[in-house]
């Protein structure tokens, strides 16, 4: 008992000593990056505030969620670690807390990001450890922010003697993103952490800044979404809105969804995506059949726009997107770590191919 | 706002229609699989009840987590749901609750197991639809039980018109079945849902009972639960302990550990996996230099043991076992699906040639 005793004095003691070890920097002084406006309410949301009343209640929420944004710094520290408020503190029983409202931390390494270790929410605040032991070498970081929360406030912490500084790399590449709009999917739903959303796994590889305007069941063709987008200086349009609208708007909506994007961006690559076929529709006969109309309806609709004279529109067939082996989802219709990256393998080199030119 | 009221009280009228057409039937009429012994306190738990007081609570607590366990049977249902209620609704935040407390469905389609849908845990008691809209035919089905909590009663709701009956396949094969014995790592964390732990997608792949004997944080080669594998009609042995001992407790406890198996399974194979490269140990100098110390440690005792004549042994070197681009976790330590897939992918043909022997 005493022994027992004595080690946890000691452990509070190291707790405490580890802990007063660590500086903690307000993560406003570095740049944050994924956003298609600044003009937001507080700095980690993604729509523009004026957006607020205009668009459903329920799709401006989720606009405050930061998912797809990330944080660049540099540091020479041993230790770095992160304190984090939430606004929501959101559960969700599809997927892991450390993806709806952790940190994910990546660091650059022999020429590629590298996942360094993430940050675990403990409740509405927690102060945690990211990584430890490292060797002090000065090093690029980018730290991505929860997907399915929103942050009150975000501080970076690490060692007291160290440096933590502007970031100096330009990576990923931050001029003319990636823009992508759709659904949970999109949005995140369900990766494990932060950094295995698919727009992410995609903004390493590609080496390019994407953003993610996914909105967890209002990827519903919104116009307003369109005026916002067409107001970025994107490379390249992803849609991956279909499991989110029925049949009927798909035919009423998305050649003005389009329309809108192609005011200011006539010449834009706008790629769009049929559904992925969700592994249950091999049991389920309705959900299979609502989404084989629902991506014929659309293949017909980028076909007659094609025909029409956009020379610049993709229909992407989601076919073999996520595998066919039934396994990458934790739902039948939410992506897991596994099915992120088949449809990030899979998209690369059809975006890829755009960026080059 | 009457338009509204009408479509509630369909939609309260529908829910109890649905509900009322489903018929349960108590899970204990059903064979259950994945067990090392059927002398267990209830019939949802992995240890003998004997070893209550003889091992460490937390083991023992932790046999009575259903990790690898699997009910077996066939119906012509076009909706299948569960009600299940938990023995500790239990909270994770690096595992989704899907994967910690939820069930897993799956089909056998085209001589193969299929992925059909999962349960949602929404707390201590559940009920949900697993899968809806089927055809109708007879189908052969697997349910994967939580990895992470333990079961006080579990029932399969099927159309109360529907059959459920008895399987007819002998799939998973369960002579002879294959014993894991490890971490949290083999007890699934952190698979999204239970379908998706190494062991289960290896019993698919093999076609062969798999048992999972994975204790979180207490994979610490106690030579009780060797006693218990040793009692088991095992057809090979995989131990993927060392991310639970210390250097000292490899060196002071393997050869027993493995002598303990061979009393009763002179021949039978015995793989010992060394433990998987951490991903962020590419940045932790600490414990990518434990890992090292104790997979050589582990390697030379295998050599050892094979040098004084046990021919049945095989030492796995982890290097690649789970890929090397550093992604396959959610924390550094625990794999998500996709680690678990590319870790089932690689021992696959290890397991498999042992058994073709």
Same mark, same amino acid.
């Given at each position: ?24 920097? %307000?993560?406003?002084?570095? *740049? ?8 937001? #309410? ?14 459903? %209640? ?60 993430? #940050?675990?929410?403990?409740? @509405? ?8 032991? +490292?060797?002090?070498? +000065?090093?690029? /970081? +980018?730290?991505?922010? *929860?997907?399915?929360?929103?942050? &009150? ?31 949970? $999917? ?14 992410? !796994? ?16 209002? #990827? ?8 916002? +987008? ?20 798909? $035919?009423?909506?998305?050649? &003005? ?11 834009? *690559?706008? !790629? $769009? ?10 049991? %389920? ?7 084989? &109309? ?12 094609? @025909? @029409?004279? =956009? ?10 997107? $996520?595998?066919? =082996? ?6 039948? !219709? ?8 088949? /449809?990030?393998?899979?998209?690369? *080199? !059809?975006?890829?191919? /755009?960026?080059?030119?």
């Amino acid at each position: 008992m005493t022994v027992r005793f004595l080690m946890i004095c000691f452990g509070l003691f190291w707790g405490v000593c580890a802990q007063s070890q660590q500086k903690y920097y %307000d993560a406003a002084s570095f *740049p944050l990056y994924g956003k298609v406006t600044n003009e937001t #309410g507080s700095r980690y949301e993604r729509l523009p505030a004026s957006l607020e009343g205009q668009v459903r %209640d329920r799709l401006f929420y989720l606009g405050t969620n930061s998912a797809g944004l990330y944080l660049r710094f540099r540091s020479n520290a041993k230790t770095i670690s992160a304190s984090w408020e939430l606004t929501g503190n959101v559960g969700l029983n599809h997927m892991a807390a450390v993806g709806v409202k952790g940190l994910d931390l990546y660091g650059y390494k022999n020429g590629e990001w590298r996942f360094v270790n993430s #940050g675990k929410p403990t409740g @509405k605040k927690t102060t945690a450890t990211i990584i430890d032991n +490292m060797k002090g070498e +000065m090093c690029e /970081y +980018m730290l991505y922010l *929860p997907l399915y929360d929103g942050l &009150e406030a975000l501080r970076i912490g690490v060692d007291s003697t160290a440096l933590i500084e502007q970031p100096q790399l330009a990576s990923p590449v931050s001029e003319k993103p990636v823009v992508f709009y759709g659904t949970s $999917i999109t949005q995140g739903a369900c990766a494990s952490r932060p950094g295995m959303a698919a727009t992410n !796994i995609l903004s390493r590889r590609l080496n390019r800044e994407v953003i993610n305007l996914g909105f967890s069941g209002n #990827g519903q063709l919104d116009y307003e979404i369109a005026d916002v +987008m067409a107001g970025s200086e994107a490379s390249v349009f992803v849609l991956d809105f279909v499991p989110n609208v029925t049949n009927q708007q798909i $035919i009423d909506k998305t050649e &003005e969804f389009v329309r809108r994007l192609r005011v200011k961006h006539p010449k834009t *690559p706008v !790629i $769009i995506i049929g559904s992925i076929l969700f592994p249950h529709g091999q049991f %389920d006969q309705h959900i299979s059949a609502v989404v084989n &109309e629902k991506n014929e309806s659309l293949a017909a609709i980028c076909k007659d726009l094609k @025909k @029409k004279g =956009d020379k610049y529109l993709r229909y992407v067939s989601p076919e073999h997107l $996520i595998g066919d =082996d039934g396994e990458p989802t934790v739902d039948g !219709i939410h992506l897991t770590d596994l099915g992120f990256s088949r /449809y990030a393998e899979n998209m690369y *080199p !059809i975006i890829k191919k /755009y960026l080059k030119k």
